[in-house]
């Protein structure tokens, strides 16, 4: 196996992309570790309103008359984008894989093209290489 496959990259993490609801104010950063075959992760945060990103979530809830009546905690929302991170993910994945693949294929036709025999001389050609050696050898029939 080769060792650009094994190796681990020293490289740093980088914000590749951000996917925010506007109304909730959840942010999805998506960030990528180069490499080979490179690493994604996700963050989920909130952003505030002077732009900064919290760690922390709300969860919402309403109450009338002493009842808990509704609990809203954001999940669909960070479900659908964590999906979109995924999917964006996903295809950058991909495209990555086609280059491996062909790159793959190029270096394996180089290969077949660098390790191909010589071309068998035909018959006509070969009649000639015995006449040359029979003049050679001084007309014995000889080669």
């Known amino acids: 196996m080769s060792t650009e496959h094994t190796n681990k990259s020293t490289s740093l993490w980088h914000m590749e992309k951000e996917f925010k609801d506007e109304s909730s104010g959840i942010v999805v950063r998506l960030q990528k570790k180069e490499g080979f075959r490179p690493v994604y992760s996700i963050q989920v945060s909130r952003m505030r309103d002077d732009g900064r990103l919290v760690p922390?979530?709300?969860?919402?809830?309403?109450?009338?008359?002493?009842?808990?009546?509704?609990?809203?905690?954001?999940?669909?929302?960070?479900?659908?984008?964590?999906?979109?991170?995924s999917e964006y993910a996903r295809e950058a994945a991909q495209m990555r894989e086609a280059?491996?693949?062909?790159?793959?294929?190029?270096?394996?036709?180089?290969?077949?093209?660098?390790?191909?025999?010589?071309?068998?001389?035909g018959i006509k050609t070969l009649g000639k290489m015995d006449h040359a050696a029979k003049v050679k050898n001084g007309g014995t029939g000889v080669g």
């Open 99 to 121: 280059e491996i693949l062909d790159t793959k294929i190029e270096k394996e036709k180089a290969d077949v093209n660098r390790t191909k025999s010589k071309p068998v001389h």
């Open 56 to 85: 922390f979530l709300p969860i919402f809830i309403e109450a009338r008359n002493g009842t808990v009546v509704a609990v809203k905690d954001n999940s669909q929302v960070i479900d659908a984008l964590i999906r979109q991170a």
